[in-house]
């Protein structure tokens, strides 16, 4: 709930003297009240434990074993030590780092200069609508436009031989690095509505009177948006970019869609790499493990960032 | 200023959430309950599951001669995405939920199933079939473990060029008979402004297409060793062959590889389409496109050396009963008559493809000529490379393939085969382990 729940400005919440409240709240009985509100986390507890805490449990247990769906055997680590090993393991990893750098600099930012570019200008609604439309479209249909754009004799080699712009036609899908570049673009293309619209939803909680107030002091342009905008959107920066890390570690469907993770193994992601071992090889010790490591490092990138920025301001 | 809408008793958030908790509890409980897909089916029917949903007709035609014959029909489902069907039936076929009959594929993806004991021996459905002369007795192999046969051809396509009539009629290019001549028309067909071969593979399985032809067309004895660890992937005809593909693609004889195989009737209509090497179960789709026998025609690729025995790729699917399917006789018993040549007649008129039955021919001129020239000609048949070896190996070679494919020069050749070998030397010591 961290990652899509703002944090409450402080003006929102009720003071604990407030004589309005006072007179709503039932009498204080010793021993129920921790009884009731376990009654009232019951439900919640026993869901994420049943579907996030014990099928993690079992992967983690998993993992240990040579898993080939009729067998199991005890292997220890053996599955750790040769995801470690192997080289395409390396590759995964670095191309899943590429995606969280990716989608950090491409939609996110260009999320925030869309939002506040477009904020109060008299058209900006039309070109946020622009932005925002492929938001409507599902992953898997923007997956199979971008194949038809992206290979060879596609239309963006078409559009450049149009231009006589020849020298730039390139196997925007087969060649690494370019390929995983490519799928960044094509993301970037679907999902930067997404962030327009959060920060717009930043945006218009800024009281008008503090940028008024910047304005009388002789704050614009860029100065205003530094020191004023950008810092009051604070809150809803560090959803966004939370969003944004998470997503792209687990980055799966468009390059599925778009590569399959080739050639060879050349655009894999960490999820990719999950899937090839679980459901095309049967080899569930090994998935298992590479859906720990992903695990592992999506819960340390997020609980790392979210500890940093949600951490109270030093009085 | 009155309540705009009257009513009821209004509903607290308590009984809202009491509502929705007890409706997610009951569709929990109601998705935990067994389908009617995985009871027994109805009397007179046995349940058969594959990964192809097109095939639904053709299961029909055949079930109307099966129950003639022996009294029960199929009835089939499906699941379109192979990698979520594979895994169902690894699950679902050590349990009572499963089909009486499932789709497989033949060769090592058999064995690996069949040695769990799951399923059915039909050894002797084999002999049965074979005294009758329904099935050529090379095929038992690839549907054997350890002696024993685990499933039934469900179908038998080969590997073979199709191409296109027209082309070949405007440039005045016969059908070749050596590997020589195959590369003059590659080369009359480039001339001509046309990409003389489709072919489709640098991130799907099509890859191992123009590997496993040229080893069969270099070298069919070490294809055959290759494939079940009895010789290297950096012998000299692997080399040969990587030379070989490599060469073809210096001198432009295929297209990107990164086109797909239904680029084909388009390219037909436009007049560019000139050969693809591909399963003959594609005619059938190709026949759904509009095209006919007028169009494309098929040709076996020849021996590269005259002094090499010619060799055919063989695909084939295999139909297994289950251990504990819940008609398993009648399971047995459609197995043991699927071979039939009416069967096959009505089946093979359903796919338009070559039948496991020599007797059985599809209506199409198209596949008709090709089983006659293989019927007349006798060549040895060799199984898929998908098929031939453990998966595990089989995919990562796949995927170097389509590696190479991308940047298929001499000294990617030599390190993709390197690759392989490598590849093969940890997967064989698994498998032989397991």
Redesign the interface.
């Known amino acids: 709930m961290t990652l899509t729940q703002p944090p409450v400005p402080q003006e929102a919440v009720a003071p604990a003297d407030d004589p309005t409240r006072a007179s709503v709240v039932a009498p204080h009985r010793p021993g129920r009240a921790p009884l009731a509100g376990a009654a009232f986390l019951a439900?919640a507890v026993a869901l994420v434990v049943l579907l996030l805490v014990v099928p993690f449990a079992f992967t983690i247990y998993r993992s240990f074993f040579d898993d080939?769906?009729?067998?199991r055997s005890w292997v220890g680590l053996d599955n750790y030590t040769a995801m470690f090993t192997d080289p395409a393991f390396g590759q995964s990893v670095l191309n899943t780092f590429f995606w969280v750098v990716g989608t950090l600099v491409l939609p996110v930012g260009l999320g925030l200069a869309i939002a506040v570019g477009t904020w109060k200008l008299k058209l900006g609604a039309l070109a946020r609508f622009a932005v925002i439309l492929p938001y409507a479209i599902s992953g898997s249909a923007t997956a199979v436009v971008w194949t038809f754009m992206l290979?060879?004799?596609g239309g963006l080699d078409t559009l450049l031989r149009l231009l006589g712009l020849d020298p730039l036609i390139s196997?925007w899908?087969?060649?690494w690095p370019l390929n995983t570049v490519m799928m960044i673009v094509a993301t970037t293309w679907q999902a930067t509505g997404a962030c327009v619209i959060l920060f717009l939803v930043g945006l218009q909680s800024i009281p008008p009177s503090t940028l008024e107030a910047a304005q009388l002091d002789g704050a614009s342009g860029w100065r205003l948006f530094w020191a004023v905008t950008f810092p009051q959107l604070r809150p809803m920066t560090i959803v966004v970019v939370g969003i944004s890390i998470v997503g792209s570690l687990k980055v799966f469907d468009q390059v599925l869609l778009l590569?399959?993770?080739?050639?060879?193994?050349?655009s894999e992601t960490l999820a990719l790499t999950m899937?090839?071992e679980t459901?095309?090889?049967?080899?569930y010790g090994s998935g298992a493990a590479v859906a720990v490591f992903l695990t592992v490092v999506v819960v340390a990138a997020s609980y790392a960032y979210l500890r940093r920025q949600l951490r109270p301001a030093q009085s | 200023m009155p309540h705009p809408i009257p009513g009821g008793p209004a509903m607290t958030r308590r009984t809202a959430l009491a509502l929705g908790?007890v409706g997610l509890l009951t569709a929990t409980l109601a998705a935990c309950a067994r389908g009617t897909d995985t009871r027994p089916s109805a009397p007179g029917t046995v349940t058969l599951n594959s990964d192809n949903p097109t095939w639904g007709p053709g299961y029909d035609a055949a079930s109307a001669v099966l129950e003639a014959r022996i009294g029960y029909r199929i009835t089939s489902r499906s699941i379109a995405s192979v990698?979520?069907y594979?895994?169902i039936i690894?699950?679902t076929a050590?349990t009572n939920s499963t089909t009486d009959l499932i789709k497989w594929t033949n060769g090592y993806r058999l064995q690996?199933?069949a040695r769990?004991d799951?399923l059915t021996d039909l050894n002797e459905v084999w002999d049965d079939a074979i005294g009758r002369g329904w099935v050529d007795p090379a095929q038992r192999e690839s549907f054997s473990y350890e002696g024993k046969a685990y499933g039934v051809p469900l179908y038998k396509s080969y590997y073979a060029v199709f191409y296109s009539k027209r082309a070949f009629a405007e440039n005045g290019i016969e059908v070749p008979t050596t590997f020589d001549g195959l590369m003059g028309v590659a080369q009359t067909l480039k001339d001509a402004g046309i990409t003389p071969f489709l072919a489709p593979g640098?991130?799907?399985w099509e890859s191992e297409i123009w590997f496993m032809q040229l080893l069969a067309s270099i070298d069919p004895d070490y294809y055959a060793a290759v494939t079940t660890d009895k010789a290297s992937y950096v012998d000299d005809p692997a080399r040969e062959a990587m030379d070989v593909w490599s060469g073809m693609y210096a001198d432009g004889f295929f297209s990107?590889?990164?086109?797909t195989s239904n680029d084909l009737p388009g390219l037909v209509s436009e007049g560019r389409f000139g050969m693809m090497l591909y399963g003959t179960w594609f005619a059938n789709t190709l026949l759904a496109a509009g095209l006919t026998d007028d169009d494309i025609g098929f040709f076996r690729v020849p021996p590269r050396a005259s002094s090499t025995a010619p060799a055919v790729l063989v695909e084939s699917g295999s139909l297994s009963v289950p251990v504990k399917a819940h008609r398993r006789g009648a399971a047995v018993d459609v197995a043991r008559n699927w071979l039939a040549t009416d069967v096959q007649e009505a089946w093979v008129g359903f796919l338009g493809d070559t039948s496991p039955n020599p007797a059985a021919l599809p209506k199409s001129d198209l596949v008709k000529d090709l089983a006659a020239d293989i019927a007349a000609s006798k060549p040895t048949e060799l199984i898929r490379y998908w098929e031939a070896s453990p998966?595990?190996l089989v995919?990562g070679n796949v995927?170097?393939l389509?590696?190479f494919?991308?940047t298929p020069t001499k000294a990617h050749g030599e390190s993709t085969l390197r690759s392989m070998e490598a590849r093969a030397r940890t997967e064989w010591k698994i498998w032989d382990a397991?």
């Open positions: 439900p080939n769906g009729f067998t290979s060879t004799d196997q899908l087969l060649q590569t399959n993770g080739g050639p060879g193994t050349a899937y090839r459901f095309t090889l049967s080899r | 908790g990698a979520n594979n895994q690894r699950m050590q690996d199933i769990a799951i640098a991130t799907t990107a590889p990164d086109v998966t595990p995919e995927q170097d389509g590696s494919m991308v397991a």
